[in-house]
């Protein structure tokens, strides 16, 4: 987790507090700077309206898994209902933004995700009063059962949820401030991105407090948090609370953004993505669940386009990253740290070469079960579509034993090639650290 | 006449049908170094369970320098001031030792679940961090994750979580257990470093340390005390030496 | 209204049974392994559907012991392959694994048969009217169902409590390293108990399958009820989560038959429904509608009355 980086990190930033007030402050913001910049410049790369519109994705999309790594990462508490207090912030939004259009009140669209924010800190309260009474196991169902909760009284709830339509609000009817209307993707996307800059910090800075360090503390051993003054519950709630602010705010940007928001907001299958997206990226570090975030989304996007059962391929990566790297892609990145750190440039490159030899035959095992899945779903649901299918931009014929005979040669000598360099990578690995352990200084 | 620091009145504890604490009175004067020894299986870490909060007692009553504490929950114990090691090392495995020590300072110095301060803007919880890695002799391990630590060393953090809230009452579960005969003397020397001017309950097995150390020795067996007085007198008695060594010596 | 009490009654504690069936597996693999099996009620939609496909082929009698074994033997190699190669990443990617699994069984499961219901249908052979309560109808395969859950369970504790590998199983419940110096091999009883856990889910799964829709989204609907039962039972007690079956198959049995609306019901102890408002829909609605959350409503009593569940240990 970041405190193994932080117990590093603290002494670091404490010896820069040491120095000259302004040299610290810069070392501070730099970061944080470097990305505004980035998020800025980013529509000037990325020019397409369908990329501005995955870039706004991404940017809700990181505010949220941030906030459900409040939960996890941060304080240990597994939640397969977070995705409440993202919906239930976007109804809010959009209930208020008809009712500000109705009255004209003049409120501009960008505090909307303020109101969000308040809806999430409302219900992150009211139900984090009583799912944080369990921890562990026994909230992770609690958190099921209120997201179920929720979720089946949007049916009940008609008026407020909109039934199974949704709730529909105009963003550019608000007031307009600097001549901007909103309706225009481009503006919306630097909305989002704002927002997503000022929560990025927001929590970050959290983690840096008293408070945020007892939610690592709490998630070590609770009993011990116990025994030297708090407790646990409490950590466990103002953390709930908190995460459900942020996410509110996250659900309001999404009601931005879409003009729309229907009771799919607050259901399982939201609740899962951003499980899928903070854990794929790494909910051991601040920066993992960024990289899930837009990693999911880039995915969830493009892959929906190509095949129809991209979800499936999406729960396979998952159950591959908690089998084989269960510190998701940050953590993958962060077992290198050392390398970099010793200054061990030649054996990190070395140990790239291994890794792009040791893919090759891992893609070939792909491609064939990438091959076996979509001639199965073809043959089964789609049986009536006829059997030829694209694969690759390949015409493959899923009835005739040609293709399932090579898929099955692509999965087993894939397989095969792939376990051979097993062994070579460890040894390569081994060699790396040893090499980086005598040139500098590796701990 | 000032209050005991810990006052323990009939205690009892069952779980379900056995009985493991059987009537235990107990008076510990503020600043006394009390050891309670006794044959394994005797209750004494059950007892100091009962009195940090981690379970409620059967019946009876635990005053904490006068007050009733009796059944209220470890953190507010410890709030009250009573802190407390463990047998089996209990730190926070994947933090560096500096941030161990750190979380324990922190509710004492006043910062509760302050969310809205910067950690790294307390001078205070930086200087008293500091302070109590240095009497641990810790401080050149700071950076090292508390997991990895050598048994010794995680036994000597225990003892530094346990004192860094700066608790009047101190009770110290086998401080020095699986120590080398070296070991255990710096841990002896720590211990009685950082108990002046405290109140320190220690259960121990190492009659050396228990003799070294304690002004007054309490003997549970079978969830009672048989014995309570000073170590003279302790190693002379014989329903002591019975229980231990099974006849009289 | 006696009529509708004896079938709600029959109706109420048949579901509790099948639920029950599957809240003794999972149960049983949560006390022994420490792990809440996620994909549990996945396990009762693969019952479902292979139960389906087979009967297809060899019919329904055949297709009732094929079934099971087969999604028992699934779920064995997952434990296997799968859990116990996770097991040393702790408790969270444990339950993670499961949910993933459970997630991929769904997709499967869609992939393979669609998302619209299968023709499973009752046998033949039970496909008539047991008796006629006062005015209704009730169907003999009910009673089929009725009376298989209760044989298993019947067989399960006796094989628990009176065979060799019931008493392994139970020592390994709690004391599994003093089990395995014994000499007994306790990756082994794992993979048995996980496989029987699901095999029971499975079971639920071929009998539920005829008489309720076997569909893709079987597993979604009823597994988050499985596990507000096993909280509200108490988490790792049998009896605890007998208890709450009971509870919640007759509760939402009866929610189902009633009629009233929440402004009746809350009308008949003084309780006026608000002009507008966002809980004005709540009012009109009938206590019928609202049946599918009364068990998470159940939950959140318990929780703010009795946490750790209605037979649950305390936790340290």
């Known amino acids: 987790m970041s405190d193994v980086a932080s117990g590093v990190a603290n002494v670091p930033a404490r010896e820069a507090l040491s120095q000259p007030g302004a040299a610290a402050v810069v070392r501070l913001a730099a970061p944080w700077l470097a990305l505004a910049v980035a998020f800025a410049i980013l529509p000037a790369i990325f020019t397409s309206g369908s990329a501005l519109t995955m870039l706004s994705l991404m940017g809700i999309m990181i505010v949220f898994a941030l906030s459900y790594n409040m939960l996890l990462g941060e304080t240990g508490l597994l939640s397969f209902g977070h995705a409440v207090y993202y919906g239930l912030g976007g109804f809010l939004a959009v209930h208020a933004m008809n009712t500000i259009i109705h009255d004209r009140l003049p409120i501009p669209l960008p505090l909307i995700p303020l109101v969000g924010g308040f809806s999430g800190l409302l219900f992150g309260i009211i139900f984090g009063s009583v799912s944080t009474r369990r921890a562990g196991t026994a909230f992770a169902m609690i958190s099921l059962g209120l997201g179920e909760l929720v979720a089946s009284s949007s049916l009940i709830l008609r008026g407020f949820f909109g039934g199974e339509e949704g709730v529909s609000t105009n963003r550019t009817k608000l007031l307009h401030v600097f001549g901007l209307n909103f309706g225009p993707q481009i503006q919306v996307y630097y909305l989002i991105a704002g927002w997503c800059l000022l929560c990025m910090i927001a929590m970050y800075a959290l983690t840096r407090t008293p408070f945020g360090r007892m939610c690592n503390a709490v998630r070590e051993n609770p009993e011990r948090a116990q025994f030297v003054g708090y407790n646990p519950r409490m950590v466990r709630f103002i953390a709930f609370s908190l995460a459900g602010l942020f996410a509110g705010i996250a659900g309001a940007l999404a009601a931005v953004n879409f003009e729309l928001v229907n009771s799919s907001e607050v259901g399982a299958g939201q609740s899962g993505l951003v499980l899928l997206a903070a854990y794929i990226g790494g909910i051991g570090s601040f920066i993992g669940p960024v990289i899930g975030a837009v990693l999911v989304t880039w995915l969830e996007v493009m892959l929906s386009d190509v095949t129809d059962v991209w979800q499936l391929y999406f729960g396979l990566l998952f159950i591959g990253m908690v089998m084989f790297a269960p510190n998701g892609i940050a953590g993958l990145i962060m077992m290198h740290a050392p390398l970099w750190q010793a200054r061990a440039y030649r054996p990190m490159l070395r140990l790239a070469l291994v890794y792009l030899v040791a893919l090759a035959p891992a893609l070939v095992l792909l491609a064939g079960l990438i091959l076996f899945t979509e001639m199965t779903y073809h043959l089964s649901v789609k049986a009536t579509e006829g059997t030829t299918i694209s694969v690759f931009h390949i015409a493959v014929d899923a009835a005739s034993a040609k293709s399932w005979a090579a898929a099955a040669i692509l999965i087993a000598g894939g397989f095969w090639l792939f376990r051979m360099t097993w062994p070579v990578v460890g040894a390569a690995w081994h060699e790396a650290f040893a090499q980086a352990r005598g040139a500098g200084s590796v701990k | 006449m000032t209050a005991p620091a810990i006052e323990l009145v009939d205690l009892h504890k069952n779980f379900g049908a056995t009985q493991i604490i059987r009537g235990v009175s107990l008076s510990v004067p503020a600043g006394q170094r009390h050891a309670i020894i006794g044959p394994n299986g005797a209750g004494k870490s059950t007892l100091f369970n009962l009195i940090s909060g981690r379970f409620t007692p059967t019946s009876g009553t635990v005053r904490l320098n006068g007050e009733d504490v009796t059944g209220l929950p470890p953190h507010v114990i410890n709030r009250r001031g009573l802190s407390r090691s463990f047998q089996v090392t209990n730190i926070f495995p994947r933090l560096s030792v500096w941030e161990n020590i750190r979380c324990a300072v922190l509710w004492s110095l006043g910062y509760k679940y302050a969310f809205w ?89 190492d009659m050396g340390v228990v003799f070294d150390l304690a002004d007054r020795i309490s003997v549970l067996v079978y969830g009672q005390i048989i014995a309570s007085d000073i170590p003279a007198r302790i190693k002379q008695d014989r329903a002591v030496q019975t229980a231990y060594l099974g006849t009289a010596a | 209204m006696l009529e509708l009490v004896t079938i709600s009654t029959l109706n109420g504690v048949l579901y509790g049974m ?193 008489a309720l829709v076997t569909q893709s989204n079987m597993a979604g609907l009823l597994g988050p009820i499985l596990f507000v039962i096993v909280v509200v039972g108490g988490l790792g007690s049998l009896a605890g989560a007998f208890l709450a079956s009971l509870l919640i198959g007759l509760v ?54 009795r946490p750790t569940g209605l037979m649950g240990t305390r936790e340290h």
């Open chain 3, 18 to 210: 099948l639920l029950f069936l599957m809240a003794s597996g999972l149960t049983l693999i949560f006390s022994m392994m420490g792990v809440l099996n996620f994909a549990h009620a996945s396990f009762y939609m693969l019952g479902a559907f292979f139960g389906f496909q087979i009967s297809q082929i060899v019919g329904f009698w055949p297709a009732f012991f094929i079934a099971p074994v087969l999604v028992g033997g699934i779920g064995a190699l997952v434990e296997r392959y799968g859990l116990r190669h996770v097991h040393r990443h702790g408790p969270v990617a444990e339950l993670l694994f499961t949910f993933g699994l459970a997630f991929v069984i769904e997709e499967v499961v869609q992939m393979i048969w669609g998302k619209a219901p299968v023709d499973y249908r009752v046998p033949a052979l039970l496909d008539f009217s047991a008796f006629t309560a006062f005015s209704t109808n009730y169907p003999a395969y009910k009673m089929f169902e009725l009376l298989t859950a209760i044989a298993i369970f019947a067989v399960l504790l006796a094989v628990l409590t009176r065979t060799r590998v019931g008493l392994i199983i139970q020592a390994s419940l709690t004391h599994s390293h003093m089990v395995a110096m014994l000499g007994h091999n306790v990756p082994r009883v794992f993979m048995l108990v996980f496989g029987v856990g699901t095999g029971l889910a499975a079971v639920a799964g071929v009998i539920a399958g005829p």
């Open chain 3, 252 to 305: 939402q049995t009866f929610a189902v038959s009633i009629n009233l609306s929440v402004a009746d019901v809350l009308g008949g102890i003084g309780v006026a429904p608000p002009a507008g408002g966002p809980l004005f829909d709540l009012w009109n609605v009938t206590v019928a509608q609202i049946a599918p959350i009364i068990p998470y409503l159940l939950l959140v009593l318990i929780l703010i009355f």
């Open chain 2, 117 to 205: 301060r910067g950690i790294e803007a307390l001078p205070d919880v930086r200087a008293r961090t500091e302070a109590i890695l240095e009497s641990i002799e810790l401080i050149n391990r700071r950076r090292v994750q508390a997991g990895v630590l050598a048994y010794a060393e995680q036994r000597a953090l225990e003892i530094g979580i346990t004192i860094a809230g700066g608790a009047g009452i101190i009770l110290l579960d086998e401080p020095s257990a699986g120590m080398s005969v070296a070991e255990a003397a710096r841990a002896v020397a720590l211990i009685r470093k950082v108990s002046e001017g405290r109140t320190l309950i220690m259960i121990e097995h």
